[in-house]
């Protein structure tokens, strides 16, 4: 990808919509990002609903000339195995557009939800001591490489002090200074999605760190 592509991203939550924009712009890209669009994906709806939650947004990207939009959908115990529902969702979007425009639109499907992407950066609890007392138990659930397959909201839930875990508040307060890189070491979806982006350290592969 060079500085001429652009990307538009369509998330399925108000956590992505509001934090998902602050770790952006660390990721090694030639590619332009713009500001995600936000579409109400029920992860467990048939593909057809899907198609018809996100078809604004991609219309909307697509009069913003992105070359490339990616759908950003939770995985959250489909029983459909990953990639077989994630090619599904492409195909049928490419044949709702199908004549009316000529897009490249891929899925990147978060294992198992965000919260999955929000711990997988364990130093980032260091730099939030005082509102998650992070422990070496809960680094071994995540590190190394076992993100995608921890229980992550259990994790957040028990790391949190003083209030309860807040899935938009705390996921901006994360994300504003997540490392991606060292988040991506312990999550391969979220190693995809950077592929898909662009970025430049996965650009030959996401299946290992």
Request: aromatic content about 6%; glycine content about 2%; overall charge positive.
């Given at each position: 990808m060079d500085q001429s592509t652009r990307i538009?991203?369509?998330?399925?939550?108000?956590?992505?919509?509001?934090?998902?924009?602050?770790?952006?712009?660390?990721?090694?890209?030639?590619?332009?990002?713009?500001?995600?669009?936000?579409?109400?994906?029920?992860?467990?709806a048939n593909i057809s609903k899907i198609v018809k939650a996100v078809t604004p947004s991609v219309k909307i990207f697509?009069?913003?000339?992105?070359?490339?939009?990616?759908?950003?959908?939770?995985?959250?115990?489909?029983?459909?195995?990953?990639?077989?529902?994630?090619?599904?969702?492409?195909?049928?979007?490419i044949k709702r557009f199908n004549g009316e425009a000529t897009i490249d639109v891929k899925v990147a499907v978060k294992a198992e939800m965000y919260e999955n992407w929000l711990v997988a950066d364990t130093s980032v609890f260091e730099r939030h001591s005082?509102?998650?007392?992070?422990?070496?138990?809960?680094?071994?659930?995540?590190?190394?490489?076992?993100?995608?397959?921890?229980?992550?909201?259990?994790?957040?839930?028990s790391a949190a002090n003083n209030s309860s875990y807040h899935k938009v508040d705390d996921a901006v307060l994360l994300m504003k200074s997540l490392d991606p890189y060292r988040a991506a070491a312990n999550s391969r979806s979220l190693r995809r999605f950077l592929r898909l982006v662009g970025c430049n350290?996965?650009?030959?592969?996401?299946?290992?760190?």
């Amino acid at each position: 990808m060079d500085q001429s592509t652009r990307i538009g991203i369509v998330v399925d939550g108000i956590s992505e919509f509001r934090s998902l924009p602050f770790v952006l712009n660390r990721i090694d890209t030639n590619a332009v990002i713009l500001r995600p669009l936000r579409a109400d994906i029920q992860p467990h709806a048939n593909i057809s609903k899907i198609v018809k939650a996100v078809t604004p947004s991609v219309k909307i990207f697509v009069e913003k000339n992105c070359h490339r939009i990616i759908i950003c959908v939770d995985h959250e115990n489909q029983t459909e195995c990953i990639p077989r529902w994630r090619d599904d969702i492409e195909a049928a979007l490419i044949k709702r557009f199908n004549g009316e425009a000529t897009i490249d639109v891929k899925v990147a499907v978060k294992a198992e939800m965000y919260e999955n992407w929000l711990v997988a950066d364990t130093s980032v609890f260091e730099r939030h001591s005082a509102r998650f007392s992070f422990t070496n138990a809960h680094e071994r659930q995540v590190s190394p490489n076992k993100a995608d397959r921890t229980d992550a909201l259990k994790i957040l839930k028990s790391a949190a002090n003083n209030s309860s875990y807040h899935k938009v508040d705390d996921a901006v307060l994360l994300m504003k200074s997540l490392d991606p890189y060292r988040a991506a070491a312990n999550s391969r979806s979220l190693r995809r999605f950077l592929r898909l982006v662009g970025c430049n350290t996965y650009s030959l592969q996401s299946k290992s760190p």
